[in-house]
């Protein structure tokens, strides 16, 4: 008999309890990690979602929502079913709510859906059928709804969440439409976080600095920098230096410098300033 402890740490990969990590076949499936796999864990898809907000928001594949245990265990009782196609498993223990058209994302029915969940404390689970693209929109388009969050912060959330996630043109133009739908023109956001390019992957810094950057070095000696060499001269009062008898300073704007030898006569030497 399994012990609970074995019973409270199912299978990372394919969900099942089995001792995975000591190379025990599973059961059910027949899933074995192999050597290759041991020194990198994360090969595999997770048979877990991606949780993207604590305790309530998570994001994953068709893969995901088939596995009844696995979910009960993260206390998920709510499905939004992005893909009509998508068969609902299992009516009689979650609550499902599937989309209707498998083009144009429906956001508002989704987001209405999302929002009631939110208001009962209750966890729920976005999937479409790889968890990349459908359900990963509906959870940005949700981030900028109920969060006040832009398309780019949304995305950039979600992104560092689940990694797999990859838009499609169309679904990115629709959420950009989306977004211009909240928050008006999206002029006012350019200078903030710049907007994505409407490519499969976007990828963008967000204005951070990356790992590699140099760090910028404060020039000199330029037309558009002050200098502590090109400043003007410190504005010193000219002194009269004498080397012998004293005597009282030039105020004519000049320096006069007297040796004052016996004898010398008017020879004093004067310097410009």
């Given at each position: 008999?399994?012990?609970k402890?074995?019973?409270?740490?199912?299978?990372?990969?394919?969900?099942?309890?089995?001792?995975?990590?000591e190379?025990?076949?599973?059961?059910?499936?027949g899933?074995?990690m192999?050597?290759?796999?041991?020194?990198?864990?994360?090969?595999?898809?997770?048979?877990?979602?991606?949780?993207?907000?604590?305790?309530?928001?998570y994001?994953g594949?068709?893969?995901?929502?088939?596995?009844?245990?696995?979910?009960?265990?993260?206390?998920?009782?709510?499905?939004?079913?992005?893909?009509?196609?998508c068969?609902?498993?299992?009516?009689?223990?979650f609550?499902?709510?599937?989309?209707?058209?498998?083009?144009?994302?429906?956001?508002d029915?989704?987001?209405?859906f999302?929002?009631?969940?939110?208001?009962?404390?209750?966890?729920v689970?976005?999937?479409?059928m790889?968890?990349?693209?459908?359900s990963?929109?509906i959870?940005?388009?949700?981030l900028?709804?109920?969060r006040?969050?832009?398309?780019?912060?949304s995305y950039?959330w979600?992104?560092?969440?689940?990694?797999?996630?990859?838009?499609?043109q169309?679904?990115?133009?629709q959420?950009?439409?989306?977004e211009?739908?909240?928050?008006g023109?999206?002029?006012?956001?350019?200078a903030?976080?710049?907007?994505?390019?409407?490519?499969t992957?976007?990828?963008?810094?967000?204005?951070?600095?990356?790992?590699?950057?140099?760090?910028?070095?404060?020039?000199?000696?330029?037309?558009a920098?002050?200098?502590?060499?090109?400043?003007?001269?410190?504005?010193?009062?000219h002194?009269?230096?004498?080397?012998?008898a004293?005597?009282?300073?030039n105020?004519?704007?000049?320096?006069?410098?007297?040796?004052?030898?016996p004898n010398?006569?008017?020879?004093d030497?004067?310097?410009?300033?």
């Amino acid at each position: 008999m399994m012990r609970k402890r074995e019973r409270e740490n199912p299978c990372g990969v394919c969900g099942h309890y089995h001792k995975y990590e000591e190379g025990e076949v599973c059961g059910i499936c027949g899933h074995r990690m192999p050597d290759s796999d041991k020194s990198s864990p994360h090969h595999h898809v997770s048979a877990f979602p991606s949780q993207i907000l604590p305790d309530f928001l998570y994001l994953g594949s068709y893969d995901n929502a088939s596995r009844s245990e696995l979910l009960k265990t993260q206390g998920i009782s709510h499905i939004l079913n992005t893909v009509p196609a998508c068969q609902n498993l299992y009516k009689n223990s979650f609550t499902y709510h599937c989309l209707q058209d498998d083009k144009t994302l429906q956001f508002d029915d989704a987001i209405k859906f999302l929002e009631q969940c939110e208001r009962e404390k209750a966890r729920v689970l976005v999937h479409c059928m790889s968890g990349k693209n459908r359900s990963p929109a509906i959870v940005i388009a949700y981030l900028m709804k109920s969060r006040r969050w832009r398309l780019a912060q949304s995305y950039q959330w979600v992104k560092e969440r689940r990694p797999a996630v990859e838009l499609t043109q169309a679904v990115y133009q629709q959420l950009e439409e989306l977004e211009q739908k909240i928050f008006g023109s999206t002029e006012s956001s350019s200078a903030a976080m710049p907007a994505f390019p409407p490519v499969t992957t976007p990828s963008f810094s967000f204005g951070f600095p990356k790992v590699n950057d140099q760090v910028p070095i404060p020039t000199f000696n330029t037309v558009a920098a002050n200098s502590i060499f090109t400043g003007q001269p410190a504005e010193i009062p000219h002194q009269a230096f004498q080397f012998g008898a004293s005597q009282p300073p030039n105020n004519s704007g000049t320096a006069a410098f007297s040796s004052n030898p016996p004898n010398a006569g008017s020879g004093d030497i004067q310097m410009d300033s």
